[in-house]
């Protein structure tokens, strides 16, 4: 017997009956339409069952993916299936880009944005603040486009948890192509510091705190070309690093994006890990909290005192901002965020008995888990926080209501 596929990490074996792979549209539609249960795998890099079923999972990478740039508007049509990898190059060589990526440009666009996958920056959203219009084909089979400020459910569909239908193309929004330095500051006297954390956060266009929760901190620091420099006060007592560095002490350094200030394009700059290298660890668990950015610094202190805790399952922490976003299941839904993420050993059993303990220290900050990672937070406190979940949960009914898009995790988060 054939072996059940998995996600990236391997802690996941899919249940699915069959991993379909449809090379037409037309036979796309048709494994929707005559399904009973299906679900979309993007590239797997969820560390959780969220893209899971019983039924067909399919993986939309044998379809032919558009790529198409509207100079005149400033936007992009995408295959959903196109990666980040992919799209960024051509958005560059039109003389656009997109404001914000993720550590990685790994991920397909629609998994990242089912799950409100987000990058770091006072001013960006998460992902799907870039997201004009979502092109969806529901459970029989008809096409629907969902777009902002033309359908109020649109906040609803962009970070939908694959569950209202298979994503087949997205419009994004872009800006004007810019450059980034990326320098890295070690000896940031961490543990004693957290008060200005968001002020940390700030200094630059984008930035990436990663601790141990017990000795110094890094401090990645991206700046877009010509922006002021960052304030020196706020760096104080950190010193530049003397070489490249990988986010994860003793992981090659040529798996990550260049430093040391030497400007290059948005997309190797914003993300940690090059494409066409592998990304973080490889054998690796990750979890990731999202507070409110103003309870940010108590949620830190917490943790610091985890760090002895922590230590034995903990390959690294990041720490960064992200702005507040109108999409009803974003993680940073009316809140400006402080997320803290956690790279984990992969030992699921050590994982699984230090997880109780992260989410009881930051309990008391209304925190909302990754959609996309471990966590062990029961779904009815995490619903409690999201005020648009019953809105949501309508949507689901109207989308889908024979539930053929539904899976474990979405039963539990949105029993019928
Ligand atoms: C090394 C690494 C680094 C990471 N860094 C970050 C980071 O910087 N920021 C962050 O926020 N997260 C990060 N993540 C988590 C990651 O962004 C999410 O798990 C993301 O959802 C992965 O995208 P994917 O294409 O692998 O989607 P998958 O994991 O394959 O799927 C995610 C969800 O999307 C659905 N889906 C996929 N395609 C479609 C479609 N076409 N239509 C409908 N539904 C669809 C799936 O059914 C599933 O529910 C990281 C993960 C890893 C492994």
């Given amino acids: 017997m054939a072996a059940k596929p998995t996600n990236w990490a391997g802690n996941v074996e899919f249940a699915a009956r069959a991993l379909r792979r449809p090379t037409t549209f037309e036979e796309f539609r048709e ?43 400033g936007t992009v049509r995408v295959g959903a299936a196109t990666r980040f990898a992919e799209l960024c190059p051509v958005l560059r060589r039109h003389g656009l880009a997109l404001p914000n990526l993720p550590s990685t ?3 397909t666009l629609a998994g990242a ?35 902002r400020g033309t359908d109020d459910h649109f906040e609803g569909t962009v970070v939908s948890l694959g569950s209202l239908g298979v994503v087949t193309a997205l419009t994004l929004e872009t800006c004007p192509t810019f450059e980034v330095e990326q320098y890295v500051h070690e000896g940031l006297a961490w543990p ?35 922006d002021p420099p960052p304030d020196p006060t706020l760096l104080s007592g950190t010193r530049p ?40 660890v490889g054998d690796e668990l990750q979890s990731e909290y999202f507070v409110p950015a103003e309870r940010a610094a108590e949620a830190a202190a917490a943790l610091v005192e985890l760090g002895p805790l922590l230590a034995p399952v903990l390959r690294v922490s990041e720490v960064r901002t992200v702005a507040a976003d109108p999409h009803w299941l974003s993680p940073a839904h009316g809140r400006d965020s402080v997320a803290f993420h956690f790279t984990w050993t992969s030992d699921a059993r050590a994982v699984a008995g230090v997880l109780p303990r992260v989410e009881a220290a930051l309990a008391p900050f209304d925190v909302r888990p990754h959609w996309g990672k471990l966590s062990s937070i029961a779904p009815e406190a995490t619903s409690a926080s999201y005020e648009r979940l019953e809105d949501f949960r309508a949507l689901l009914e109207r989308f889908d209501p024979k539930g053929t898009f539904r899976n474990e995790l979405i039963d539990r988060y949105f029993p019928r």
Avoid: C
């Fill in 241 to 280: 690093a003397d070489g490249p560095r990988h986010p994860i002490e003793g992981m090659p350094t040529a798996n990550a994006t260049e430093q040391s200030g030497v400007p290059g394009p948005w997309d190797e700059r914003l993300p940690h890990f090059r494409a066409g290298f592998v990304p973080s």
């Fill in 31 to 73: 494994i929707v339409a005559t399904g009973d249960r299906v679900r979309v795998l993007g590239s797997g890099h969820s560390f959780n069952r969220i893209a899971d079923t019983t039924g067909d999972l399919v993986v939309l990478d044998g379809l032919p993916r558009a790529v198409e740039v509207d100079s005149a508007n």
């Fill in 192 to 226: 004693a510091f957290p008060e200005d954390l968001t002020g940390v956060l700030g200094v630059a266009y984008s930035v990436s705190v990663f601790t141990d929760w017990s000795g110094p901190a890094r401090v990645w620091v991206k700046r877009r070309v010509g």
């Fill in 113 to 147: 944005y089912a799950t409100g996958t987000h990058g770091s920056g006072h001013t960006g959203g998460t992902l799907a603040a870039a997201v004009r219009s979502v092109e969806l084909v529901t459970a029989d089979g008809e096409t629907v486009t969902v777009s």
């Fill in 105 to 107: 440009p790994h991920f």
